[in-house]
């Protein structure tokens, strides 16, 4: 089975300044994708960024960036220079390859505050 | 058009009600999903399509009743629900007929049901 842990429920952060979300998973599969989405208020899940297992390289899109640490089975989210938009509710996801569900955690709440 | 359309946005609804929750995509989309969300808590997959064809049932109660007309469509009747089915039902698709790396799941905003 795969899990998928998300140990800060809350964050907050300033505008302009850099936060880091954390994200671990365990699983036995060796092909797999790891995914960050965003949950605004407005309820839409939106994806922020994805990885895939078989990549070295860490993604990123834009001010959004991961530090993808395979062996430890680490998947944190950095988002530079926040932006009030950026308050949301943030969901570390994990699914196989060819599979059909994604795992996703718990979630953690970011507050940019002015 | 890169949008997963939900209707309707809101939804209140008596234990002895019949309702349908749509959900329409026109991206060529080959797999639909129908989650469930708590406040405060992830998405639960409960129903996928793939290709029109049930692919996964997570187990759902049959008061939850999913159809895919078509590739384009995904419905989710409802029947004498329970208040702990309070939720926001969200419906998803992914371009291929199941997820990977390079195909994201696309979702939209959701209903938000509560059952009185």
């Known amino acids: 089975a795969q899990t998928v842990t998300q140990s800060q429920p809350e964050m907050s952060v300033q505008e302009a300044e850099t936060v880091t979300l954390s994200c671990t998973y365990d699983?036995?599969?060796?092909?797999?994708?790891l995914f960050w989405y965003k949950q605004p208020p407005s309820r839409q899940m939106i994806l922020v960024i994805r990885?895939?297992?078989?990549?070295?390289q860490n993604a990123t899109e834009n001010r959004f960036s991961v530090n993808f640490q395979k062996a430890a089975k680490s998947f944190s989210l950095k988002i530079s220079d926040s932006q009030l938009g950026d308050t949301a509710m943030y969901f570390c996801?994990?699914?196989?390859?060819?599979?059909?569900?994604?795992?996703f955690g718990k979630g953690t709440s970011l507050l940019v505050t002015p | 058009d890169t949008e997963v359309t939900q209707t309707p946005k809101h939804l209140v609804m008596g234990m002895t009600n019949k309702k349908s929750l749509k959900c329409e995509q026109h991206?060529?989309?080959?797999?639909m999903y129908w989650y469930k969300q708590k406040a405060k808590k992830p998405p639960e997959l409960m129903f996928v399509?793939?290709?029109?064809?049930?692919?996964i049932n997570e187990s759902v109660p049959s008061r939850f009743s999913p159809e895919c007309p078509n590739s384009s469509l995904l419905n989710l009747h409802l029947h004498a629900l329970q208040p702990e089915d309070s939720a926001l039902y969200l419906c998803?698709?992914?371009?291929?007929?199941?997820?990977?790396?390079?195909?994201?799941?696309?979702f939209g905003q959701g209903t938000r049901l509560t059952v009185v």
């Open positions: 998803a698709s992914s371009r291929l007929g199941h997820l990977h790396g390079n195909t994201e799941a696309f």
């Open positions: 699983t036995s599969e060796s092909n797999y994708y």
């Open positions: 990885q895939e297992a078989y990549k070295q």
């Open positions: 996801a994990f699914t196989i390859n060819s599979g059909y569900a994604l795992n």
């Open positions: 991206m060529g989309h080959r797999a």
């Open positions: 399509y793939s290709y029109e064809k049930l692919s």
